[in-house]
């Protein structure tokens, strides 16, 4: 598989961490890494990472791109794509995040790409897909959006529960790690609220999971509200979901849970007592905290989970990508 990642920020450069570290990828080929920002200062920060540690080789920015241990990937400074190794690339990994119209989310495919995986939610995707709850949707689209990193958390566990048990309703409230779009200190922003230092407290706020639910799982997104808490931690996150069943789960829910986990795919689950510290760099898009579960007579579940929302979801676009990649050639 021949990948373009656009856009070298928090996300692409965990793509690329853990293709160059982790078992598994040695198929994959980067024939262009392109971001806007100093060659320089890409190459410290992917060396030098404050979440995951440094990265156990050499990483040096020269003329032509950087070079990783003995590896040279190809780097681009344009704002534009329109290079000659688009043209040889399956997939671009669109993880700018500025997205903000149909032409720019067109780009890699005018550049010579078979098809682009944007690494969030977008109204300018052909689809948004979430493995493990609707990819079998997937189809011919060529811009794909792999929605959010807790609509990944959330959508395969909801979908697995609905389709056994049935949810009559749920809500969900997502707790959050604090990201780059809130301030360090005090700061306008768009929300009062987000304006507040984002290492200071717990900060109610609004999430893009639940407009997604409602593209991933229609129906039960119509079911499901969605509430969200940013938390001053700087990785890993949770969901704390309450779910009104439509049939009873009989004598064991962790069973039940369990059994999710074992037909495998995305959700994965420990039985020990953890802390977010302990979920960090797993590549599940939710791993259920089975200790945390809870039942209120025979139908009303609790259910807690953690997600890595920068590992997990960067193993979830290298996933896709390869769905797209075979599926093109």
Known sequence: MRIVINGFGRIGRTILRQI?????????????????????????????DSTFGPLPCDVVADKTGLLVGDRLIPFSSSPFLSSAYFSSADVVLECTGQIKSRDVAERG????????????????????????????????????????????????????????????????TTIHCYTNSQPLVDAPRGSLARSRAGAESMVPTTTSAMKELLKVLPQVGKLTSVAAVRVPSLSVSAIDATLQLSSP???????????????????????????????RARVDSLILALPETQMVASKQLRVFGWYDNEWGFSARMIDMARRLAARTN
């Open 109 to 172: 495919l005018n550049a010579g790409a078979r098809a682009v995986l944007i690494s969030g939610p977008s109204e300018f995707a052909d689809s948004t897909i979430v493995l493990g709850a609707n990819d079998q949707t997937l189809g011919e689209a060529r811009i794909v959006s792999n929605s959010s990193c807790t609509t990944n958390a959330i959508a395969p566990l909801l979908r697995a529960i609905d389709l056994k048990l049935g949810i009559e309703r749920a809500h969900v």
């Open 249 to 279: 789960v009989g004598p064991s829910i962790n069973t039940f849970l369990e059994s999710i986990v074992k037909r495998g795919g995305v959700i994965g689950a420990t039985q020990d007592d953890c802390v977010s510290r302990d979920m």
């Open 20 to 48: 160059l570290t982790q078992p598994g990828h040695d198929d994959i080929d980067i024939v262009l890494i392109n971001d806007i920002a100093p060659r320089e200062t890409c190459a410290y920060l992917f060396k030098y």
